[in-house]
């Protein structure tokens, strides 16, 4: 069973504050994914990291892909208000009998207070 | 252009019922997959349907089953429910079967009394 555990699970800051969340597995992927999921919604993709040490930026949002292909990260820079929410990371992985499966960490509650 | 679109919204059942929830992709998409999201945890995989075949299936008992259709919509069916199956159910649909960028619905959220 492929595992994400994902750290911290809560975060709250100040805006304007840089934060990182981290994203770790013991088990190598194909590509990791990074999801943003607001309360009564279902989660939406920011990026998808497929090469060990690649970095993706996305305006304030940088993410990093692990050489091995087991670990990421998130940091975000001068949070705002606007990025209060559920980041969940995502490993996908070849299963068999023609299927990917998206494993989930359990996620990174973020509160960015005005 | 729609979005996935999920039906109902909320739902509450009582354990030992059935429940079927459904899910339309978004037009031109083949792929549907099926999430459990417990409370405080990231979404669980249970199945991934491509051309209405079955094509993955996560770690879920028998009580859970899903079909899809010729117009690649798709229907989860949960039997004999447990208070433990109350979450968030979600539906994400990708182009095909490798599904390398999937879009989430809402979600239906189930309450088991």
């Known amino acids: 069973t492929q595992l994400l555990e994902q750290s911290p699970q809560f975060l709250s800051i100040q805006e304007g504050e840089n934060l990182t969340v981290y994203c770790n597995s013991s088990s190598v992927f194909s590509s990791l994914q990074w999801y943003r999921q607001e309360p009564g919604e279902g989660p939406v993709l920011l990026v998808t990291?497929?090469?060990?040490?690649e970095v993706k930026k996305l305006k304030r949002l940088t993410f990093q892909f692990g050489d091995a292909r087991k670990d990421s990260s998130l940091h975000i820079t001068a949070a705002q208000p606007g990025d209060t929410g559920l980041y969940l990371c995502a490993g996908r992985a070849y299963s068999g009998a023609g299927s990917y499966q998206l494993t989930f960490g359990k996620g990174t509650k973020l509160s960015v207070i005005p | 252009d729609a979005g996935v679109t999920q039906s109902p919204t909320h739902l509450i059942k009582t354990r030992g019922q059935h429940v079927t929830l459904r899910c339309s992709p978004i037009s031109g998409h083949k792929s549907v997959s099926w999430y459990q999201q417990v409370l405080g945890q990231g979404p669980q995989f249970i199945f991934q349907?491509?051309?209405?075949?079955?094509?993955g299936r996560g770690n879920f008992p028998d009580r859970f089953s899903a079909r899809q259709f010729p117009n690649y919509s798709s229907e989860l069916n949960v039997n004999a429910l447990l208070l433990g199956d109350s979450a968030l159910y979600l539906c994400a649909s990708s182009l095909d079967w490798v599904g390398m960028e999937q879009f989430f619905g809402p979600g239906t959220r189930l309450t088991v009394l």
């Open positions: 349907y491509y051309e209405k075949e079955e094509r």
């Open positions: 990291v497929v090469t060990g040490g």
